[in-house]
C-alpha cells in the first residue's frame, strides 16, 4: 500500500495494518490514518522494532507486530518501552492483550495539548506551522481566558538570582503564562499545596544536558526531583491533573553520558516520569522540549563560538518539538512528540566544548 512506503519494512507494516483492519474496522481505521501521517522515518523505525524473528506461533507474531502499531503509531507510546513491555506478554495472555489494545486503538483520541503549549505557540514571533496557526487564532481568547483562574507555581530546584538564562524564563512564564505577573518562584522546601486538585508547575533550570536540572551550583537528577516534590507536598493524586512543564534544556532528547563518551541517556523528561510513577504520582503530565530552552525559545541547532550562540530559535509551542508524558495508575506513556537524539561536534583543538568552538544538534532518533 502506498501509505507504507519504505522499502525494507513494507511488507509487515502492510500486513499488521490489514490484519488490525480485519478485525476492528475502526481501529483499522486509525491505523491507515497514522499511516498517512507519519514520516518514512517514523514508520521505517516502528517497522523495524515489529521484526520480531520466529518464537512463538505465526498468530502470537502477528499479535504482538499488531500491539506495537497501535501503541507505537497510533497512540504515540515509545517504541522501545513499547517493545519491551510487548516481549514480556507470555503467550496464554496474547490474545486477550491484543483485544484490549485493540478496543484502545479504535476508541482513540489524542488528548489535549496542554493549554500552555498553545499560549506559546500563539505569539507573533513563533514560528509555527500554518494548520496549527489557524487552529490556535480564533481559540486563543478563549484558552487565555480559561487559564486565569488555574492554581500556578514556579519551581527553581536550584534558584539564582544572578543567573540571566533563568531569569529570563521565569519572567516569561509569569508574563505570559501564569495570571500573577508578580508570582515568586518557590523552591525545595515551599509548600506545593496550592496545586492539591490540579493545575499547572512550571519547574526551570539550567538542564546539564540531561543530567540533571538546577543552576551552575547544583542540579537534581529525575529520581531526586520527583522524591524533592513529594516532600514538598505536590500532590499525588489530583482530581484533575497536574502539568509539569520542564523548562530546561534537552529535556526530551537523548543525550550523550559524557562529550565524547559512549551510549546516550534516556530523556530527562521520561526518566522524570517513570520517577514520578515509582514515587507514587498517579494523575500527571510532563512536557520537555526538545532542545536549548530560553524564555519562549527552543533552539535546535546549538552553536557556541564567539559571537554566534542559540541560531535559529522557534517557539515552544511549536508542534512536534516537545514531549508530553501521561503518568497514570502506576504507569507512564508518552502521547505527544516523536525521539529526539543530540549529535555533538567539539572542537578539533578541545575535547571540551564549552572552552572552544562546538555544535550541539537535536535531530531524530535514529535518522530522518
Known amino acids: 500500500m502506498p501509505i507504507f512506503s519504505t522499502k525494507s519494512t513494507e511488507q509487515r507494516l502492510t500486513d499488521t495494518a490489514a490484519y488490525i483492519d480485519q478485525r476492528n474496522p475502526q481501529a483499522g481505521s486509525k491505523v491507515f490514518q ?53 516481549s514480556a506478554i507470555n503467550s496464554g495472555q496474547l490474545q486477550t492483550r491484543f483485544s484490549q489494545i485493540l478496543l484502545q486503538c479504535a476508541a482513540y483520541v489524542p488528548p489535549p495539548i496542554p493549554s500552555a503549549l498553545d499560549v ?8 509555527v506551522e500554518l494548520e496549527q496557526a489557524r487552529r490556535l487564532q480564533p481559540l486563543i481568547q478563549g484558552i487565555t481566558n480559561n487559564r486565569k483562574n488555574l492554581p500556578h507555581e514556579i519551581y527553581a530546584p536550584y534558584h539564582d538570582d544572578q543567573d540571566g538564562a533563568t531569569y529570563h524564563t521565569v519572567t516569561y512564564i509569569r508574563k505570559h503564562l501564569t495570571a500573577d505577573m508578580y508570582k515568586r518562584e518557590i523552591s525545595h522546601g515551599n509548600s506545593l499545596s496550592s496545586l492539591n486538585g490540579g493545575g499547572e508547575l512550571f519547574i526551570v533550570g539550567h538542564g546539564h544536558l540531561g543530567r540533571g536540572i538546577g543552576s551552575h551550583n547544583g542540579k537534581l537528577g529525575a529520581t531526586e526531583l520527583a522524591i524533592q516534590l513529594r516532600a514538598d507536598g505536590l ?22 553520558r559524557m562529550w565524547g563518551g559512549f551510549g546516550k541517556r534516556e530523556p530527562y523528561a521520561r526518566r522524570f516520569a517513570r520517577a514520578l510513577v515509582e514515587q507514587g504520582f498517579r494523575n500527571h503530565k510532563v512536557v520537555g522540549f526538545a532542545g536549548s530552552v530560553i524564555s519562549e525559545s527552543l533552539t535546535q541547532d546549538y552553536i557556541h563560538k564567539p559571537g554566534v550562540t542559540n541560531t535559529g530559535n522557534i517557539s515552544l ?23 529526539w537524539t543530540t549529535k555533538a561536534k567539539p572542537n578539533n583543538n578541545s575535547f571540551k566544548f564549552w572552552k572552544g568552538w562546538s555544535t550541539l544538534t537535536v535531530r531524530k532518533r535514529g535518522g530522518g
Open 34 to 86: 497514522w499511516g498517512i501521517n507519519a514520516t518514512t522515518h517514523e514508520m521505517s523505525r516502528i517497522g523495524e522494532k515489529m521484526h520480531i524473528g520466529k518464537s512463538g506461533t505465526a498468530n502470537d507474531r502477528r499479535y504482538r507486530r499488531a500491539i506495537i502499531m497501535m501503541r507505537a503509531g497510533v497512540m504515540r507510546h515509545e517504541i522501545r518501552k513499547v517493545v519491551s513491555e510487548v
Open 235 to 256: 500532590d499525588r493524586n489530583p482530581g484533575q491533573p497536574i502539568v509539569i512543564y520542564l523548562f530546561s534544556c534537552w529535556g526530551a532528547t537523548h543525550t550523550r
Open 317 to 339: 509551542g511549536k508542534d512536534g518539538m516537545y514531549n508530553i508524558y501521561e503518568v497514570r495508575n502506576g504507569n507512564f506513556n508518552r502521547t505527544h512528540g516523536e525521539d
Open 120 to 127: 506559546m505557540a500563539s505569539e507573533k514571533n513563533s514560528k
